[in-house]
C-alpha cells in the first residue's frame, strides 16, 4: 500500500515526464492513461490474453522439450564416465554463458521468429536440467545403493526404484530453477528476437511507442504468471511427491 502511494504521489508531482511514470489508478488529467486501465483494455480486448498465450505456448514446448533433453543427458552423465569425462565438461563451460548471448546465432541459423526463441530456450534451460540431474544422481547416499543391492536391486529397477526417487528433491529444486530461466529466455527471445505475438513484442512495441503503461501492464502480467506456477505448479508438486514417497508426512 505504501509503495502505491509514493508511486502515485511521484506521479502526481510529476518528477518524471508523465510517459515515464504513468500513474497506476488516478489518471493526472480527465481521461488521462493508468497503468490499471490499460491492463483492464488489454485484457477486454484480448490484446494481453493473445499475448500471454503465446509466450506460454512457447514457454511450455521450449520447457518439456528441455527437461527430456536434461534428464537423458544427466543420465549419461551419471552412468557412463567417459560422457562424464567429455560431455560433462561441456555443457558445465556452456553454464557460464547467458542464454540471450546465442541469440545472434540463433537468428542466423533459424531467422526472426518463433525459431530462434526456442532454440535459446531450449538450450539455457537443457544445460541446467543437465547439471542439476547429473549432480542429483551422482549425490545419492551410497548407503542406499549397497542396501538395494544386498536385497537383488540392480540395473535399471535400482535406478528407478532408489537413485531417482532419491534424487526427487534436487530435481525438484532444478526444475524450478530451469522454468525461470525458461519463462526469462521467452522474453528476452521474443523482446530482441521477434516472437511474432508475444508479451515480449509488445514489451518492444511499448517501448518503441514509449507506453510506460502498457510496458508495466506486461510487467504485472510476467510477475502473476511466475508467482502461480511457481505457487501453483512447482510447490504444490513438491508437496505431493514428497508425501507420496514418504519424504515428509505433512
Avoid: C
Amino acid at each position: 500500500m505504501i509503495l502505491i502511494i509514493i508511486w502515485e504521489v511521484i506521479s502526481k508531482l510529476q518528477l518524471f515526464p508523465a510517459f515515464m511514470w504513468p500513474p497506476l489508478f488516478i489518471p493526472n488529467e480527465q481521461g488521462g492513461v493508468t497503468i490499471l486501465k490499460t491492463f483492464i483494455d488489454g485484457i477486454v480486448s484480448g490484446q494481453l490474453l493473445e499475448a500471454t498465450g503465446a509466450s506460454l505456448l512457447r514457454l511450455v514446448i521450449g520447457f518439456v522439450i528441455a527437461v527430456a533433453i536434461g534428464l537423458l543427458l544427466g543420465f549419461l552423465i551419471y552412468k557412463f564416465k567417459i560422457v562424464d569425462d567429455t560431455l560433462g565438461f561441456f555443457v558445465a563451460s556452456l553454464q557460464a554463458i547467458p542464454n540471450i548471448v546465442w541469440l545472434p546465432l540463433a537468428i542466423l541459423w533459424f531467422g526472426l521468429g518463433v525459431g530462434s526463441v526456442l532454440f535459446i530456450v531450449i538450450l539455457g534451460a537443457a544445460i541446467s536440467v543437465t547439471i542439476t540431474s547429473s549432480a542429483a544422481f551422482k549425490g545419492v547416499n551410497p548407503l542406499l545403493i549397497r542396501v538395494a543391492k544386498t536385497m537383488g536391486s540392480s540395473g535399471w529397477h535400482l535406478f528407478r526404484t532408489v537413485i531417482f526417487k532419491a534424487s526427487v528433491p534436487q530435481l525438484i529444486a532444478g526444475l524450478r530453477i530451469a522454468w525461470t530461466l525458461t519463462w526469462r529466455a521467452v522474453l528476452a527471445g521474443e523482446l530482441l528476437g521477434g516472437g511474432g505475438d508475444g508479451l515480449g513484442t509488445l514489451l518492444d512495441l511499448g517501448r518503441s511507442i514509449q507506453a510506460m503503461d502498457l510496458i508495466f501492464s506486461i510487467m504485472i502480467i510476467i510477475g502473476i504468471i511466475g508467482s502461480l506456477i511457481d505457487n501453483f505448479v512447482f510447490v504444490r508438486l513438491e508437496k505431493f511427491v514428497f508425501r507420496k514417497w514418504g519424504i515428509s508426512t505433512t
